[in-house]
């Protein structure tokens, strides 16, 4: 009886083994969801109980999610200083 050949998996095909960073991915993803599901309700009872209403809980949100916002644009969408034809510290001979 002839071997079988090994058949050739597809360009797109996963590896084989690489199944625990998958339920890892998984395993982080539930707790943050469990996290954000307590942070949010949370807070705007923390500020409804403070202030009798849910607007700085709300200030709070803006202000976070303006700091998230800077700081992606520092570090992701501003230009590099190579690109803004800086001279490079590279060609300092020191």
Do not use: N
């Amino acid at each position: 009886m002839p071997r079988q050949r090994a058949r050739a998996k597809p360009p797109g095909a996963r590896l084989e083994g690489c199944g625990h960073r998958k339920r890892r991915r998984a395993r982080i993803h539930r707790r943050d969801r469990r996290l954000r599901r307590y942070l949010i309700p949370s807070g705007f009872g923390k500020s409804i109980a403070i202030t009798g209403g849910p607007q700085l809980a709300l200030v709070i949100y803006l202000a976070f999610y303006a700091v998230c916002l800077a700081l992606t644009w520092w570090f992701y969408l501003r230009k590099s200083p190579a690109a803004s034809g800086a001279t490079s510290l590279a060609e300092a001979r020191v």
